[in-house]
């Protein structure tokens, strides 16, 4: 897994406004959002009745929400990671943000390991 400290990074990826990501049981391993309990529940949840159905196509939920903060999960690896988002930011760009994001913890982990 990828050093929380690390991860903790993502609320500066642009167009992130909160952030929760939850294990497969439904433990918070971090986060930086507003009622943390009920986000927790909602994105493991959705989390694995979309990786249920997608299986290995999953690679983005999206809800969207009148406020134009729509909150998006991600599958990171046996975890799920749950984004509000910006409301002056598009959906595709955030998305490349947090994709891009992820891509480079992955391959910072595999430096490190291999080190």
């Given amino acids: ?7 903790q990074k993502i609320i500066r990826v642009d167009g992130v406004d909160q952030y929760i990501l939850v294990n497969s049981n439904g433990n918070i391993a971090a986060h ?7 986000a927790a529940e909602i994105v493991l949840t959705c989390g694995k009745n979309s990786s249920a159905i997608g299986k ?23 975890y ?3 984004v509000v988002k910006q409301d002056n ?6 998305v490349g943000n947090i994709v891009n ?15």
């Avoid at 897994?1 to 991860?7: A, R």
């Avoid at 930086?32 to 009920?38: F, L, S, T, V």
């Fill in 56 to 78: 290995a196509r999953f690679e983005h939920l999206l809800f969207s929400r009148e406020n134009q903060k729509n909150f998006f999960i991600f599958p990171v690896g046996k």
């Fill in 1 to 7: 897994m990828i050093s929380l400290n690390e991860f």
């Fill in 32 to 38: 930086k959002i507003d009622a943390p309990q009920k």
């Fill in 101 to 115: 994001f992820l891509k480079d913890l992955q391959k910072r982990q595999k430096k490190s390991q291999a080190e």
């Fill in 80 to 82: 799920y990671l749950g």
């Fill in 89 to 94: 930011i598009n959906n595709a760009t955030l």
